[in-house]
């Protein structure tokens, strides 16, 4: 059993800051890379950023320069700094961890989403 927990999501002005956490925790034996995603009202979801186990990350077009990604690997949780926000940015936000289970199963799993609004 793993579970994702986000937290750090709410409600922001447009060029404000929010910091999003994402804690993994359970039958973990390791982490390969944890990404977020999120889902505005009406959207699929989308592709946001993803940190490794070597910490190389990636980001999204839309978010890069504004958005930095990192991971406390002791902790099991990956951050998402978001700078300088859009309205355009407002969606629940989703945090995924491609993982290795203790029965040294691979799989991948979800957070629950947190909420991020930016007001114009």
């Known amino acids: 059993q793993v579970q994702l927990v986000e937290s750090g999501g709410g409600l922001v002005q447009a060029g404000g800051s929010l910091r999003l956490s994402c804690a993994a925790s359970?039958?973990?034996?390791?982490?390969?890379?944890m990404s977020w995603y999120r889902q505005a009202p009406g959207k699929q979801r989308e592709y946001v950023a993803t940190?490794?186990?070597?910490?190389?990350?990636n980001y999204a077009d839309s978010v890069k320069g504004r958005f930095t990604i990192s991971r406390d690997y002791a902790k099991n949780t990956v951050y998402l700094q978001m700078n300088s926000l859009k309205p355009e940015d407002t969606a629940v936000y989703y945090c995924?961890?491609?993982?290795?289970?203790?029965?040294?199963?691979?799989?991948?799993?979800w957070g629950q989403g947190t909420q991020v609004t930016v007001s114009s």
């Open positions: 940190i490794t186990s070597n910490s190389s990350s």
């Open positions: 359970g039958s973990i034996l390791s982490i390969n890379a």
């Open positions: 995924n961890a491609n993982l290795n289970t203790r029965n040294w199963v691979r799989q991948t799993y």
